[in-house]
């Protein structure tokens, strides 16, 4: 299959980074569909550990393509640095593209997010204060600025006298904020449009290109299903959409030209910031598997809030998101745990849910239902067969994999990028 999309199916930090750093080995080109940098995928090539916010894994592989597709919305100060930091470790940058049509994130934006946070008190959503929300808040209010406006110098000028004048109102008038010189944002602006101006494509125009060229094609999601602005636990949720769907709205790649969907998913559940969590663990037990698993936010370095696999949240993504695969993640941290458990449904009432309740009142009042399963030795996961896996191992992956509904594609059993068994690969064969 010459598509691929990649996609978070829990509240994002699943372990995507290193699926999407796999399959890239595999493609020509790697795109990233939506977000900000307020997502982050940790990649560990040899010792070195490399922590990325925008720009796509890909970038690791001379001779690919590396893509920022047009639902992504770039902090351009942030994107140099992150350029710069690969830069100065050897990275080739010459792969990296940037569409058009991204909208950038201005710096009225990110003192926006942190006002609008604060003005939340106890409602507050636990967001990074990267200016993404506002960012695309324009965007559909139809106040945004994209990429082509920031590397034209007069088109820049244009849209800042259309924008700033009501942004400004905003800050000073809602939230008693200081508002932004003009001329201060045109220096800085410009400047970054120079530096980001080679890479700036039409990415559209790049991708269906290539797709009729026969080239292979990966698609890389950041945050999770959970997130999603219109399928996740709203309004605890990203501004994007981290589903597949968003991966054809995200690139100018028509849907029926994105052929398998990978679903990624820790062997556990984590989830940053606020909102609804049915399987968090109290007490000691979670700490352990904070520990264990190093869950710390690469954007934030926040701790996670930790719990046990969730089948009826990653059940709802497969609907969601048409997974043909799941790849499953961190199963070496569960290594020592006498039991495990997964969640079969949710008790809500009298009544046990099979899919997840669109409030977050009802939300908040379900109870999990566990199903026990006999753990396995600790030590005994980072083995290069399937066959070799622990016995009950294998058979927590095969539950998994009978609740959701899904086959389990790929298991990851460590950090290093060799510590992967690949059961199913999704560029080769026919769609199924």
Not at 323 to 344: E, K, N, Q, Y
Request: with cysteine; hydrophobic share 35%; aromatic share 8%.
């Amino acid at each position: 299959m010459a598509t691929v999309a990649v996609v978070g199916t829990q509240w994002g930090d699943e372990g995507k980074g290193k699926i999407t750093d796999l399959l890239a080995s595999r493609a020509d080109i790697i795109v990233r569909y939506q977000g900000g940098n307020n997502a982050g995928h940790t990649v560990k090539i040899g010792d070195e550990l490399f922590k990325l916010h925008l720009i796509p894994s890909g970038i690791f592989y001379s001779g690919k393509l590396s893509v920022i597709g047009n639902g992504v919305v770039v902090d351009p100060g942030v994107l140099i640095q992150e350029m710069e930091a690969l830069a100065s470790k050897g990275v080739d940058l010459s792969g990296l593209r940037v569409s058009d049509r991204a909208h950038v994130i201005m710096p009225y934006h990110v003192l926006l997010d942190k006002l609008e946070e604060e003005a939340r008190g106890t409602k507050r959503i636990g967001t990074v204060a990267k200016g993404i929300g506002p960012a695309y808040t324009d965007k559909i209010a139809r106040r945004g600025i994209r990429i082509a406006d920031l590397v034209d110098e007069e088109a820049f000028r244009e849209r800042l006298d259309a924008v700033l004048p009501h942004k400004n109102k905003e800050i000073e008038r809602l939230y008693g904020g200081t508002p932004f010189s003009k001329a201060d944002i045109v220096e800085e602006y410009l400047g970054y449009g120079r530096r980001i101006k080679p890479y700036v494509v039409d990415c559209s125009s790049l991708l269906n290109d290539a797709i009729d060229r026969g080239k292979h094609i990966l698609f890389e999601g950041a945050q999770g299903t959970l997130l999603d602005v219109d399928h996740g636990t709203y309004p605890y949720v990203t501004s994007s959409w981290p589903t597949a769907g968003g991966a054809a709205a995200g690139t100018g790649v028509g849907p029926t030209r994105i052929g398998r969907v990978v679903g990624v998913a820790k062997a556990y559940t984590t989830r940053v910031g606020q909102g609804p969590f049915p399987t968090e663990i109290d007490g000691p037990l979670q700490d352990e598997l904070r520990e264990k698993g190093m869950e710390y936010g690469t954007t934030s370095g926040r701790a996670r809030r930790c719990g046990w696999f969730d089948a009826v949240g990653v059940r709802y993504a497969a609907r969601v998101n048409g997974l043909w695969g799941l790849a499953v993640m961190h199963l070496d941290t569960l290594s020592g745990f006498p039991t495990v458990r997964i969640c079969t449904g949710y008790k809500l009432g009298d009544k046990v849910l099979t899919s997840p309740p669109s409030t977050i009142k009802a939300l908040e009042a379900c109870v999990p239902v566990y199903e026990e399963l006999e753990g396995w030795p600790e030590g005994t996961c980072k083995v290069e067969r399937y066959e070799d896996l622990p016995g009950a191992a294998r058979r927590y992956l095969a539950r998994i994999s009978e609740l959701i509904g899904v086959p389990i594609a790929i298991v990851s059993v460590g950090r290093e990028r060799s510590e992967t068994i690949v059961i199913k690969e999704p560029f080769e064969g026919s769609p199924s």
